[in-house]
């Protein structure tokens, strides 16, 4: 059996709105070594995949997730 635990509802926020707020320090723990997961759960046509995803304009989850990544691991290997 698995369980998990909603850490939070969100409401109409932009997209860096909810990375900050959920995912960047997800990623800061990834970044020292710490697992995580993230899943985007409603039901069809709630906007799961925009919020993931997102478009050129509007980012969502993984484009901010790849340049927190790479720009962090960038920089500590000139510093």
Do not use: C, W
């Amino acid at each position: 059996m698995v369980f998990f635990t909603a850490n939070n509802v969100i409401g109409f926020l932009l997209q860096v709105e909810v990375y900050d707020k959920m995912v960047k320090p997800m990623v800061d723990e990834f970044i020292k070594g710490k697992s995580g997961m993230l899943a985007a759960l409603g039901p069809s046509g709630s906007g799961k995949t925009h919020t993931v995803f997102g478009s050129p304009r509007d980012p969502g989850m993984v484009p901010q997730v790849l340049r927190h990544i790479f720009k962090d691991t960038e920089a500590s290997r000139y510093s």
